[in-house]
């Protein structure tokens, strides 16, 4: 299986999109690596447009074929209205035809016997309210908008091992993300949950993290840079000694001082 974490990133020019995984596979004893976060794009000429942003968990063919269905669908319909960015309102019309594709095909593989093993999330922006846009798709093949509550998505074996439970811990909301780093965020994420489930790797590939964003009032997206990734790797480390560090003093200081402290060094930093 897999661990794919999809996260609104609010910031001043509109709301962004960051999904991340590792880069594992299993099956089996054997375990492989390979490329999760599928991006989708359509070309007019010598222009691209960044239409949207897939990942996937469960059976390699089957996401796959969710990827390719959801490429044809959302290319399809940004060609007819003239080759540009879906509205919230479009870009829901394509989420619902990708359904109906994806329940035909798993009803289909169900009346064979065969069980199918897949999970998608979906993510664009709006053009129009530069609104970040998720849907995550179940192994029904039916769809849940998570833009809005609870702000992110997260599938894959690794998500019922420490994905969900990190997420909450460590405070993610989409009204506080305009002040947190998502990058570390998702690695610190991705490479704790690694360290217990054998079906997750630590975050090593910056082709498996995208960014969504409005920049100077275009959507566009990039995979993350090597120089990033290392960046991200380190600050993990650091932010690992530092939670055990806090917990440690906790145990001496008592939590009401530790957090006083913490607080006057706060307010003193704000001002």
Same mark, same amino acid.
Do not use: C
């Given at each position: ?227 990033? +990734?290392? &960046?991200?790797?380190?600050?993990? *480390?650091? =932010? #690992?000694? $530092?939670?055990?560090?806090?917990? %440690? +003093?906790? &145990?001496?200081?008592?939590?009401? *001082?530790? =957090? #006083?402290? $913490?607080?006057?060094?706060?307010? %003193?930093?704000?001002?």
């Amino acid at each position: 299986m897999t661990l794919v974490i999809a996260l609104k990133w609010i910031r001043p020019e509109g709301e962004g999109v960051v999904i991340s995984s590792d880069s594992r596979a299993s099956a089996g004893i054997i375990a492989y690596e390979v490329k999760k976060i599928h991006p989708i794009v359509i070309a007019r000429g010598k222009e691209e447009i960044d239409l949207a942003i897939a990942g996937g968990a469960g059976e390699s063919s089957l996401v796959k074929q969710g990827y390719e269905i959801a490429d044809v669908i959302i290319k399809k319909l940004s060609a007819k209205v003239g080759f540009r960015n879906l509205t919230k309102e479009e870009f829901k019309s394509t989420v619902a035809e990708i359904e109906d594709n994806l329940i035909h095909r798993f009803s289909y593989l169900r009346s064979k016997g065969i069980q199918p093993a897949f999970e998608m999330i979906l993510g664009s922006i709006d053009p129009d309210e530069k609104k970040a846009l998720l849907y995550q798709f179940n192994e029904y093949g039916l769809a849940e908008p998570v833009h809005d509550d609870p702000g992110f998505a997260i599938i894959g074996s690794g998500a019922m091992t420490g994905g969900l439970l990190l997420t909450h811990l460590l405070g993610y909301s989409p009204e506080k993300s305009s002040k947190l780093n998502l990058g570390v965020f998702s690695t610190f994420v991705i490479d704790m949950v690694s360290k217990i489930n054998p079906t997750v790797g630590p975050f090593v590939d910056p082709n498996n993290s995208i960014y969504m964003r409005i920049e100077k009032n275009q959507i566009t997206m990039g995979t993350l840079k090597v120089e990033a +990734l290392k &960046d991200y790797k380190k600050k993990v *480390e650091q =932010r #690992k000694d $530092l939670i055990k560090l806090l917990w %440690k +003093l906790a &145990d001496r200081y008592g939590e009401d *001082e530790l =957090r #006083k402290k $913490l607080e006057d060094f706060f307010q %003193k930093k704000q001002k």
